[in-house]
């Protein structure tokens, strides 16, 4: 059985997109939890068996995967032909992998920086400046709509999000705008907002 750990209206919600996406909302109960909020609000579920009461978490059979990639790399793996991601021995199989790794090492902590009005040359030197983030998700979009080709995959429902987050982190370079506002008109993000919506009552 899987059962995903989730607080609306957080990061795990692009789980709840990427469930959608795959078609597989029948095969993952959801479990709303409670999360402190970087407000001050909230506060940490003793239900929720992440080991620093986040979410999203991922609960297989006991087996627990925290981490939004490891989850996007484990439900895209074990279903395969849910179409999100390029399988083993696909050539794009190497992009989609270091889109994903590189979200959590370098983008995230980049902007959050960013937007914490942090710098520092050891910033730099590991996770770039935001230009340099755009400059490469830029140079991927010149010649495919989406980051992997001419599908979307679930490379691109991670890389967009923190644009669709903070849309004045979003770059000026109208392809990177048109590809967020692709990524955002998807019914499965439709689909995840009104579960949100649902749960927030
Ligand atoms: N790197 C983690 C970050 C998870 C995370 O920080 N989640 C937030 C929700 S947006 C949370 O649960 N915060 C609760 C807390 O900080 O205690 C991931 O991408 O999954």
């Known amino acids: 059985m899987l059962t995903l750990y989730h607080a609306p209206n957080s990061r795990s919600s692009r789980i709840l997109t990427l469930i959608e996406e795959m078609g597989i909302t ?40 925290s981490e939004t990639a490891a989850i996007i790399l484990y439900l895209t793996a074990l279903f395969p032909d849910s179409g999100m991601a390029p399988k083993p021995g696909d050539p794009r199989r190497g992009d989609y992998l270091t889109w994903l790794f590189w979200y959590g090492a370098n983008m995230e902590p980049a902007l959050i920086a960013a937007r914490s009005g942090l710098s520092h040359p050891m910033f730099t030197a590991t996770w770039r400046e935001p230009a340099a983030l755009a400059a490469r998700i830029g140079t991927a979009l010149r010649h495919s709509p989406w980051l992997l080709g001419d599908g979307y995959s679930a490379a691109d429902l991670l890389i967009h999000s923190p644009y669709a987050w903070f849309p004045e982190a979003t770059p000026e370079d109208p392809v990177i705008r048109d590809w967020v506002a692709r990524c955002m008109d998807r019914p499965a993000v439709a689909a995840m907002k009104s579960r949100d919506a649902a749960l927030i009552g």
């Open 26 to 65: 029948d095969q993952v109960a959801i479990r709303p939890v409670t999360i402190c909020r970087f407000d001050g609000s909230g506060c940490a579920d003793p239900a929720n068996p992440h080991p620093e009461g986040k979410v999203p978490l991922l609960d297989h059979d006991g087996t627990l995967i």
